[in-house]
């Protein structure tokens, strides 16, 4: 896409999600890049629904077994790929663990970088020069904008993905979740939580 200057295409790597964001791309580049309401309705599906479920497939996963945990903080990518996801735009992916006291957040200050295997498209406020600057410069006033207050405690880290790297954020598992089972934790993971610009929320408070 234009403003992804720095983009890198790969012609081995063609997942499932790869094809799908191939075609997305082609169909956009087609019309003219999003000037339609139909086009409109593709982006928000692939900023919403399907890619963000492919990245809380990952969290569930993470959340119920520990050893796919343990490598998937050691090695992003890798345990990505064991879920069947990888491709344009994740060539290599850090997982980063949220805690209790630990909030870690992802922006792209040079452009609009961003995990799509897991994550699908970055969303409007993702690429907005707004956010982009002051993730930076005052993330805890982002964060408290966006509906994450945080407590003092808490230690906010801000990480600025390229082309090369990008991130992914492991939220903490809820309370009240201890016997869900991974598909219904799937439909708790939020996309923003993955960003690190929210939590999961208790089960209570979804319903
Ligand atoms: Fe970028």
């Known amino acids: 896409m234009a ?8 012609h081995d790597d063609q997942s499932p999600a790869a094809i799908r964001v191939k075609a997305l791309e082609s169909l956009l580049i087609e ?6 309401d139909a086009i409109d309705a593709v982006v928000e599906t692939y900023e919403n629904d399907i890619g963000p479920m492919n990245g809380a497939r990952v969290v569930a996963h993470a959340w119920v077994d520990p050893d796919y945990r343990a490598r998937l903080l050691t090695d992003g990518t890798g345990a990505i790929a064991e879920l069947g996801f990888w491709g344009s735009q994740g060539a290599e992916i850090v997982v980063l ?11 792209c200050t040079l452009c609009s970088c961003y995990p799509w295997p897991v994550l699908g498209l970055p ?5 907005s020069a707004a956010y982009r600057s002051r993730a930076v ?6 964060l408290r904008e966006m509906g994450l207050d945080l407590e003092e405690s808490v230690e906010v ?3 600025d993905s390229t082309a090369e790297t990008r991130y992914m954020v492991l939220p903490e598992r809820p309370a009240g979740t201890e016997k869900m089972n991974e598909d219904e934790l799937v439909a708790l993971v939020s996309r923003d939580s993955m960003v690190g610009v929210a939590r999961v929320r208790e089960p209570a408070a979804v319903r």
Do not use: A, C, F
């Not at 403003?3 to 295409?9: A, K, L, Q, V």
């Not at 410069?137 to 982002?142: C, F, G, S």
């Open 3 to 10: 403003e992804d200057h720095h983009e890198h295409h790969h």
């Open 31 to 36: 019309k003219g890049i999003v000037s339609t």
């Open 97 to 107: 663990e949220n805690t209790r006291t630990v909030q870690n957040m992802v922006v």
């Open 123 to 127: 969303p409007t406020w993702y690429k």
């Open 137 to 142: 410069l005052e993330p805890r006033q982002v």
């Open 157 to 159: 880290r801000v990480w």
